[in-house]
Each structure stands twice: as structure tokens, then as C-alpha cells.
């Protein structure tokens, strides 16, 4: 069986589909715009294409795509990032081969931040409370009209976080011990009481969806950012619309990232599952994890999102993801239906999660099978980046915990026996510090 996979080049999670597909026998071939990137630097990749990017010109993308298919006969097309998926979620029937989701309308309803939220409430999962944009402060004046001897009220506070270092809305997971939260606490969400201008930051600010492959030009990805207030937010919206995205304004929590990834059959019966507690992410406060361990499923969070699955309609990979607070009740951030980045975990632990998906896609039987704990996974640049910047207990010692934590981890990029992703991504430093 082949497989095609299609990204813009150094998606960590592609190149773990990458892995993983070939170990459980696929024939794997890699799309991208140019270069060597992760994936397609990979020893198990056998073809490489050139596949330009679907938000630069979904046209262009899809007659790539195709010849591919053609040419090499694949049967299943996966899109590594929102814009590939949606992308080929809309053209499905001009693809020429099995793209493995459920109908285009329970795609964008799934990944759609709003209705996620509307539909994770309904089956009894926490998410963050929505706080309504309109009632965000009045946007910064124009310094020019203000007298130099009054201070500007929109300056940042120089104590809260540098919102253009923060990536995803993913608070720090800095609470020791990789435990699952108490299933007991799992409840709908409290209804939004307040208007936003009483508000005190940080907020997360996302866009409903973070790609919009079908206008020509729109950026690859509309990031997630916690900004620090009401004003850092109003801006942060703007820019959001002015990138062609439809923004939602949340609370901020801190607390413990937490993630359930499971591939379900037609129906919403879960085949293949795995549990995760991150111990480190980046960027510090609201990042992806570099650290995390495998953890017991807990059977309320499992149960409760097979319900959401099934009411989204869901068919194949989807990650969930939680922030879990002080006060121990998980709350849903995010539901990623694709590859996502520490991926190789789960395939560490035993549970294949694209072989799964791959094998539902062409109609094979896949027997259920499930992570299990105690597995550790680093994404090991990520993690240096961290102890650069927090300095647990001193740089030095920092540093050296990062690399004593490497040995016995699954890497998502490192890998002795397939070195040349990580050679590929040093040389795409080295070549950025040069530029």
C-alpha cells in the first residue's frame, strides 16, 4: 500500500507519519514545496515530489497532488498541516485517491474553535470561557496625538510575557508528576457573565480556524497567542481579521498540558488510543511540548471524547488537547486532525496511530490497541530553546537536565537510525543565521 503525505517541509509531525507508516509496511511518499525538510530528508521516505503550498495556490497544489497519484499510485493522500487538510478535504473527488476524513462540513466543524467549544460542552467537556470581542478596550490612540508628558495607557506592562514569543494557547505544564487529572472534575463549562473590559490578562486570542487555503495568498497558519490584556487582545483581533480569520477571544489558564490522541472507525469507535502529560513545553506559558510521558488512559476523558468524536462525526486521527488549572478540572484548548508534533510517542508506545488511520482508509480491520505509560518523549530543540530562557535551578544546570532527559526518550526529529532529518534541520538554522 502507498501513502502520500503533504507538507510545507519541516513539520515535525509529518516526518514521525513518515516513520511510522513505513514501519508497519507502507510504501511512503513525501509532497513539498521545495528542499530538504524533515519528512522528506527521512531514509523511509521513498519518493519525493514537488507539491506547491495549498494557501499560496490551491490550484497549483491540487494539479501536483494529482499528477502524484497518478504517476505513483497512491492510495491514501494525508495533509500534514490545516491548510493541506482542508484543502483536500474540499477537493476530495479530484484528488484521485482516499483522503481518510469524515464529509468537508465535519472537518471545518471540528477544527473550528467556536463550534469545537459547542460541541465539547454538549457531551460534558470543559473548555475555556469565550469572552466576547466587541467588549474589548478601545484600541490605542494615535501617539501622535498624545502629549509626550503623558504616559501612553497601551504600553505593555514590561513584567507580563513578550507576546510575539508565545506561540500556541498552551499554558506551562510546569506541575510535577505526568498523572492524569481527576475524572470526577470533568463538567460543562460555566456561561460567560462578564464583558471583557473587566477583564485582567493574559487572554488567548485564536482565529476559528487557522488556515484558509481557499483565498489565494492567505497566510500558512494563523497563530495562537496569549497576550498580556485587553488591549494587547483588541490588537491581536484586528490583525487576526486583517489575515482574513474570524477571532475568538478565551481566558487564560495556567496549568499542565494534557493530551488524548485516538483514531475512530465510521461510528466513533475508538481502534487505537494513547494518553500524554507534558513536563515541559515551548515557548514557556503557552508552547508545544518538548518534554512528556505516556500515561494511563483515564477512562472519563477517553469516554467523554469518544462521545465527542462520534457527535463531530469524526472519522480517523484527532488530538485533544487540555490545559489542566490548579483546580484539576481538564479544559479543552484545541482538537488537531492530523499529525501533530510529539506524535512519535505514541508510536513508541505502542500505539500506531497513522498506521491505524491508514489501514481504516482502505477498509482493513484494525484491531484496538492502546499506549502504554511510562514512555518519554523529547523534542529535543525545543527543549535547549526552554532551558535557555527559564534557567531551572541555573542555565548550566538546566542545559545539563535537557540532555540528561535525551537519553531513554523517543526524539520527534533525533534518531540514530535515521540521522538525516536532523542534519536537514541544522543546516536550515545554520542557513536562517546566515540570512
Given at each position: 500500500?502507498?501513502?502520500?503525505?503533504?507538507?510545507?517541509?519541516?513539520?515535525?509531525?509529518?516526518?514521525?507519519?513518515?516513520?511510522?507508516?513505513?514501519?508497519?509496511?507502507?510504501?511512503?511518499?513525501?509532497?513539498?514545496?521545495?528542499?530538504?525538510?524533515?519528512?522528506?530528508?527521512?531514509?523511509?521516505?521513498r519518493r519525493r515530489h514537488l507539491v506547491p503550498a495549498a494557501h499560496e495556490d490551491r490550484d497549483a497544489f491540487l494539479t501536483a497532488v494529482r499528477r502524484a497519484v497518478r504517476d505513483h499510485g497512491y492510495d491514501v493522500v494525508f495533509g500534514a498541516g490545516e491548510a493541506e487538510v482542508l484543502a483536500l478535504s474540499l477537493l476530495r473527488d479530484q484528488v484521485g485517491a482516499i483522503v481518510p476524513h469524515a464529509g468537508h462540513r465535519q472537518v471545518v466543524r471540528a477544527i473550528d474553535k467556536q463550534e469545537l467549544s459547542e460541541a465539547a460542552e454538549s457531551v460534558g467537556i470543559l473548555t475555556a470561557r469565550a469572552l466576547d470581542p466587541s467588549t474589548l478596550a478601545p484600541s490605542a490612540p494615535d501617539p501622535s496625538t498624545l502629549d509626550p508628558s503623558t504616559p501612553d495607557p497601551s504600553a505593555p506592562d514590561p513584567s507580563a510575557p513578550d507576546p510575539s514569543t508565545l506561540d500556541p494557547s498552551t499554558p506551562d505544564p510546569s506541575a510535577p508528576g505526568p498523572s492524569a487529572p481527576d475524572p470526577s472534575t470533568l463538567g460543562p463549562s460555566a456561561p460567560d457573565p462578564s464583558a471583557l473590559a473587566g477583564e485582567r490578562p493574559p487572554l488567548v486570542v485564536k482565529s476559528r480556524l487557522h488556515a484558509h487555503p481557499e483565498r489565494p495568498g492567505a497566510p500558512p497558519r494563523i497563530d495562537t497567542l496569549v497576550v498580556p490584556g485587553p488591549e494587547a487582545a483588541r490588537r491581536r483581533v484586528d490583525e487576526v481579521r486583517r489575515l482574513g480569520g474570524e477571532p475568538r477571544v478565551e481566558e487564560f489558564h495556567e496549568g499542565r498540558?494534557?493530551?488524548?490522541?485516538?483514531?475512530?472507525?465510521?461510528?466513533?469507535?475508538?481502534?487505537?488510543?494513547?494518553?500524554?502529560?507534558?513536563?515541559?513545553?515551548?515557548?514557556?506559558?503557552?508552547?508545544?511540548?518538548?518534554?512528556?510521558?505516556?500515561?494511563?488512559?483515564?477512562?472519563?476523558i477517553s469516554g467523554r471524547a469518544a462521545r465527542l468524536l462520534?457527535?463531530?462525526?469524526?472519522?480517523?486521527?484527532?488530538?485533544?488537547?487540555?490545559?489542566?488549572?490548579?483546580?484539576?478540572?481538564?479544559?479543552?484548548?484545541?482538537?488537531?486532525?492530523?499529525?501533530?508534533?510529539?506524535?512519535?510517542?505514541?508510536?513508541?508506545?505502542?500505539?500506531?496511530?497513522?498506521?491505524?488511520?491508514?489501514?481504516?482508509?482502505?477498509?482493513?480491520?484494525?484491531?484496538?490497541?492502546?499506549?502504554?505509560?511510562?514512555?518519554?518523549?523529547?523534542?529535543?530543540?525545543?527543549?535547549?530553546?526552554?532551558?535557555?530562557?527559564?534557567?531551572?535551578?541555573?542555565?548550566?544546570?538546566?542545559?545539563?537536565?535537557?540532555?540528561?532527559?535525551?537519553?531513554?526518550?523517543?526524539?520527534?526529529?533525533?534518531?540514530?537510525?535515521?540521522?538525516?532529518?536532523?542534519?536537514?534541520?541544522?543546516?536550515?538554522?545554520?542557513?536562517?543565521?546566515?540570512?
Amino acid at each position: 500500500m502507498r501513502a502520500l503525505i503533504v507538507e510545507t517541509g519541516f513539520s515535525r509531525g509529518a516526518l514521525a507519519a513518515v516513520r511510522a507508516l513505513a514501519a508497519a509496511g507502507w510504501e511512503v511518499g513525501v509532497g513539498a514545496p521545495a528542499g530538504a525538510g524533515l519528512a522528506s530528508s527521512s531514509r523511509y521516505r521513498r519518493r519525493r515530489h514537488l507539491v506547491p503550498a495549498a494557501h499560496e495556490d490551491r490550484d497549483a497544489f491540487l494539479t501536483a497532488v494529482r499528477r502524484a497519484v497518478r504517476d505513483h499510485g497512491y492510495d491514501v493522500v494525508f495533509g500534514a498541516g490545516e491548510a493541506e487538510v482542508l484543502a483536500l478535504s474540499l477537493l476530495r473527488d479530484q484528488v484521485g485517491a482516499i483522503v481518510p476524513h469524515a464529509g468537508h462540513r465535519q472537518v471545518v466543524r471540528a477544527i473550528d474553535k467556536q463550534e469545537l467549544s459547542e460541541a465539547a460542552e454538549s457531551v460534558g467537556i470543559l473548555t475555556a470561557r469565550a469572552l466576547d470581542p466587541s467588549t474589548l478596550a478601545p484600541s490605542a490612540p494615535d501617539p501622535s496625538t498624545l502629549d509626550p508628558s503623558t504616559p501612553d495607557p497601551s504600553a505593555p506592562d514590561p513584567s507580563a510575557p513578550d507576546p510575539s514569543t508565545l506561540d500556541p494557547s498552551t499554558p506551562d505544564p510546569s506541575a510535577p508528576g505526568p498523572s492524569a487529572p481527576d475524572p470526577s472534575t470533568l463538567g460543562p463549562s460555566a456561561p460567560d457573565p462578564s464583558a471583557l473590559a473587566g477583564e485582567r490578562p493574559p487572554l488567548v486570542v485564536k482565529s476559528r480556524l487557522h488556515a484558509h487555503p481557499e483565498r489565494p495568498g492567505a497566510p500558512p497558519r494563523i497563530d495562537t497567542l496569549v497576550v498580556p490584556g485587553p488591549e494587547a487582545a483588541r490588537r491581536r483581533v484586528d490583525e487576526v481579521r486583517r489575515l482574513g480569520g474570524e477571532p475568538r477571544v478565551e481566558e487564560f489558564h495556567e496549568g499542565r498540558l494534557m493530551a488524548y490522541a485516538a483514531v475512530t472507525a465510521v461510528g466513533g469507535r475508538v481502534v487505537c488510543d494513547c494518553m500524554q502529560v507534558a513536563s515541559r513545553i515551548w515557548p514557556p506559558g503557552a508552547g508545544a511540548s518538548c518534554r512528556a510521558e505516556t500515561v494511563r488512559v483515564d477512562p472519563a476523558i477517553s469516554g467523554r471524547a469518544a462521545r465527542l468524536l462520534a457527535a463531530l462525526g469524526w472519522f480517523g486521527l484527532a488530538q485533544l488537547q487540555f490545559v489542566v488549572p490548579e483546580d484539576g478540572r481538564p479544559r479543552l484548548i484545541d482538537l488537531n486532525g492530523r499529525f501533530y508534533g510529539s506524535m512519535a510517542l505514541a508510536t513508541a508506545a505502542g500505539a500506531n496511530l497513522p498506521a491505524a488511520w491508514a489501514a481504516l482508509a482502505v477498509g482493513h480491520d484494525v484491531p484496538p490497541t492502546r499506549a502504554r505509560p511510562g514512555v518519554r518523549y523529547q523534542w529535543l530543540e525545543g527543549d535547549l530553546r526552554r532551558a535557555a530562557v527559564e534557567r531551572r535551578r541555573g542555565l548550566l544546570l538546566d542545559l545539563a537536565g535537557t540532555l540528561r532527559f535525551a537519553a531513554g526518550a523517543v526524539h520527534s526529529t533525533l534518531s540514530l537510525r535515521d540521522p538525516a532529518p536532523a542534519l536537514a534541520r541544522i543546516r536550515a538554522m545554520a542557513a536562517a543565521r546566515v540570512r
